[in-house]
């Protein structure tokens, strides 16, 4: 991937939460940077605060549960920028929540085709120019749930999880194409879920609960360490690193300069380092 000052980047789900802390992060960087989402209110004020800090930022308007359009986007972003060069993928919902036994099938499906289904089918309209070009990077947010599991939210952790793996199974089929595919596990942070949690009450646990207070009171983890993980997988200096989930807290800057534990920072996670 070339430098930040000529990168093409894509962020869906960039109208608001971790995407849009994302988007920012790396039009203030010098990236160009497609802003993805379904609210067009969302993505008009995203724009507008990348403008007033001085970057470049484009906005498409597109659901990522439809992959004809997404297979669009990508073709437009080809024919504006050259092609995407980092692919983030933060579009998420929070699905139901509550006890699995009380949840009806019905509201499974929009959380498996927003968190699940859209990430496949931005991968796979993306992947084909990435192969072709012989150098891309993918960033999928794999949130809550990944590391361990979250009583109340097992829809929203199941998929989170199946990501995790589904990252770590196509980074081996694109590694020989010089593209590289990571998960990245922002920490908690205050966004529309925290008070979606909040909203829940009861029925998200006590532990939840506790947890979203402490973050709406802190704010959580703090922007800038996020996006400099991101930073750090998007640039060359990750080119070694792929198939692999990193979480925001972890001592990830030492892989710069070292090969990584084959079970070092997967699903099969090897805690002691």
Known sequence: MHSLNTASVLVTGAGRGIGKRLAIGFATRGARVGLLARSKAEI?????????????ATRILADVRDYERMTAVMHQMRIDFGGVD???CAAAVQGPIGPFVEI???AWQETIETNFTGVLNCCRAVLPQM??????KIIVIAGGGARQGRPNFSLYSAVKTALV?????????VSQHNVQINCLSPGGSYTHMTDQILAAG???GWREIEDAQQVRLTGGVAPERQ?????FLASEQSNHITGRLLHVEDNWKKLKDKNVNPELYTLRRVHKV
């Open 165 to 173: 793996r589904f990252v770590e199974s196509v980074a081996e089929e």
């Open 202 to 204: 009861e029925r998200a």
């Open 104 to 106: 009806p099938p019905k």
């Open 44 to 56: 008009d004020l995203c724009h507008l605060e990348i403008g007033h800090a001085g970057g470049s």
């Open 227 to 231: 996006v400099e993980l991101a930073v």
């Open 131 to 136: 192969i072709e070009r012989r150098s891309g």
């Open 86 to 88: 980092l692919l983030v």
